[in-house]
């Protein structure tokens, strides 16, 4: 069962790096996003503060969603995902291989880099730190939840637009526990509360939405 | 070993074929015939499970194909390539394998390569390689391929006369080992051992 996901995330891995532009945009397009909102807004240090954990954590859906379209489709194309689902081991193992892989190189890089852009909005050490705890939690359930999107979506002609749309409103609850974490940790309420609510959703999610999505895979396969 | 049972294939609103039954035994060969649209692919898919017949059923050993089991039996080469660009020849076929579960040595990939005329490509990425030679890196998962039942959707496509001979030869002898096949070709390729069947599809 290891054996077959460790596969996958290999495999992906390894495609990843031998096409770093795919990274790389999706991590600019977080940083680009996020200054923005400095820039717009002006050095008012109290309302940037106050926006700061939704600001980050909206664009870091925004840039999880834009690697989303290919999750499957390069497979798909090129009629690998066939080889996949025809594997003997169940379709589920492989996609939770791709979710993995998938977080490594857009969740991972997200985190590590939220906590330099967090100082642009003057906030504190402790919230920092709870940002980049909350990101690194909670994305792997914005992979998990995004895979059933992209299988869903596979092989539909604009499926990126109706991927958002489908996959975005699934992605509320993280973000109302994500920046509330970071919010509660600013305001002394502390933020384990959030923190384990986060960690509970990357759970399930990381678990049960390969399993559906493979289900999704099965019919676009037909 | 692999029986089809009254299939009947419908695709949208139309009705491929029905009342479709064979029986394949070991070292034999399925040779689908039919013009495009006839519906043989729609039957190669069938047979591997991926397209569930509007009626009728597929056995595998005498048990029904929605089994790990059955696909641990398969090797199935579709008309799409399923090489990545980006990995090279030999990344690809190790991939390939670890994938679906089965021991290939580094020392048997590069065999394998070098069987299908990619000696000295190794190490090239896939995407700079002709039509014909990417062909090659996916026909080159048969060579050390030991499961019993191939399933080859047009695996003369893009292949020069050489190589032609060349798979022909590879598939007599893995029904020689007593394997099966089935396959679809529009060229009529002469495989020197085993039975052959025909079955046309109109």
Known sequence: MLKIITAVIGRDLKLAMRRQADIVSALFFFVIVVSLFPLGIGPE???LRKLAPGVLWVAALLATMLSLPRLFADDHRDGTLEQLALAPHPLGLVVTGKVIAHWLVSGLPLALIAPVLGIQFDLSADALVVLTFAILLGTPALSGIGAIGAALTLGLRGGGVLLSLLVL???IPVLIFGAGAVDATVTGLGGEGHLSLLAALTFASVGFAPWAAAAALKIALE | MLEADNLECVRGERRLFAGLNFKLAAGELLYLQGKNGAGKTSLLRMLIGLLLPASGEIRWKGLAIESDEFRADLCYLGHLNAIKEE??????????ARLADEDLSEDDA??????VGLAGREDLACKYLSQGQKRRVALARLVKERRPLWILDEPFVALDVAAVDWLAGLISAHLQRGGLAVMTTHQPVDIPAGTVRELKLS
Not at chain 2, 110 to 115: K, N, T, V, Y
């Open chain 1, 45 to 47: 240090p109290d309302l």
């Open chain 1, 169 to 171: 409103p699934l992605y």
């Open chain 2, 87 to 96: 990995l090279t020849p030999l990344e690809n076929l190790l991939a390939a």
């Open chain 2, 110 to 115: 590069i065999d394998a390569l070098e069987q």
